[in-house]
């Protein structure tokens, strides 16, 4: 079997990147994490081996964590998501599939997190897909999976991933590389514009989370079992 | 024991509203079905007495209806909910709960109803409670539960509710008779202006439903066992 292609995580310092990055080591799936700075990558990948010794995690500056996988992770705070897009621009390629993982948090302008800010494009997913080199298309997914339960490997997951992009087989792309962490489900949600709506969903869990002091996730009822990427 | 206040719901004849009829009917839970005719708002109870022969169900005009319970569920297209709002002007009381189910699918203006409408207020809710008389406070709910899956009998519900309004105790008020229907459990989902993002999912939902051939609903991982409305 050929070598599994590496998952680059932009902002793979922050606690989503390191989170899902804890996630796929555990399921033997090579991750390149991205930083402004080549040493911050390096030592997030270190804090990621000592949680699953042996894993095949590296850490690299952000335009060459992009290069090393087709399919790139963005999970960057919206605050920084033009800035970390600007600068990817000469990194991405046509073909690549970047994932927008930002949520326009009212929070990243001093507001409340369990608010949000309206975007011009409609969607976080939306302006990065503005913001794109030509021939890279953004698929939008892993809003609602809160990074402490992705970083806490006793914590068995069992929710859903909402996905959404203008495209099915990037969308299902995606959702494979989602599905190699167990107990994670990929859901097709529609159309990237869809975005807008899955994007707040974090604000609303944000503010049940605070109520129930709980780590919420979504879960959608009543789908038939079949595999819908198949 | 006390018989138990009936539950006016305005908009009965529609989906929605008979939807519920049936399951609180089945529950032994008395309704009053409201409709713009007396005579319609018959004929729609008679069809539930149909579905749960013996049940409590009957049939008035709206603001009769709205006048027989305090807790009121409106459960009309949202083109439809500013005039049924004027119309219950002078027949809403201080003290009553108007639990606005109301969704601004773009459909209400020949759109898409996998898409919505920017509300003034912020949400459906948000204009509801503007539009009720003084001392009537509005909770936000059942935006996700579906009709078709109310209204099949033989269907076994297992899915959330998500409640939205600004005083917890309305919310409990409103969260009690929503368990009164086996399978749902009601959710705290924060303040009334959450009711703009949980109004949001009920265009995502159909989205989902038309890729899956489902019925899909809504429920919260992760969230304690706790009777969180005790």
Redesign the interface.
């Known amino acids: 079997m050929a070598e599994r292609e590496p998952i680059p995580i932009i902002g793979g310092t922050g606690a989503l990147g390191a989170g899902l990055a804890t996630r796929w080591a555990q399921a033997g799936v090579p991750v390149v994490l991205g930083s402004r700075s080549a040493e911050r990558a390096e030592e997030a990948a270190a804090k990621v081996l000592t949680a699953v010794p042996g894993s095949g995690v590296t850490g690299l500056e952000n335009g060459e964590a992009a290069k090393q996988g087709q399919v790139v992770f963005l999970t960057v705070p919206f605050r920084a998501q033009s800035e970390n897009l600007n600068n990817l621009r000469e990194a991405l390629a046509p073909g690549q599939i970047l994932v927008d993982c930002t949520v326009p948090l009212a929070a990243a302008v001093s507001g409340k997190a369990?608010?949000?800010l309206g975007v011009w494009q409609g969607s976080a997913a939306q302006q990065a897909q503005e913001m794109v080199p030509e021939g890279v298309t953004v698929v939008a997914a892993l809003h609602t999976v809160?990074a402490p339960?992705l970083s806490d490997t006793s914590a068995e997951l069992?929710?859903d991933v909402?996905v959404c992009g203008d495209r099915k087989a990037d969308k299902a792309r995606v959702a494979r590389l989602i599905e190699l962490i167990p107990g994670l489900r990929a859901?097709?949600?529609?159309a990237l514009?869809?975005a807008r709506?899955?994007e707040?969903?974090t604000?609303?869990?944000i503010?049940?989370n605070s109520?129930?002091?709980?780590?919420?996730?979504?879960?959608?009822?009543?789908?038939?079992d079949a595999d819908?990427w198949a």
């Open positions: 369990t608010r949000s809160g339960t069992g929710e909402l859901v097709n949600a529609g514009e869809m709506i899955v707040q969903l604000p609303m869990l503010s049940v109520r129930y002091k709980a780590h919420a996730g979504i879960r959608l009822t009543g789908l038939p819908h």
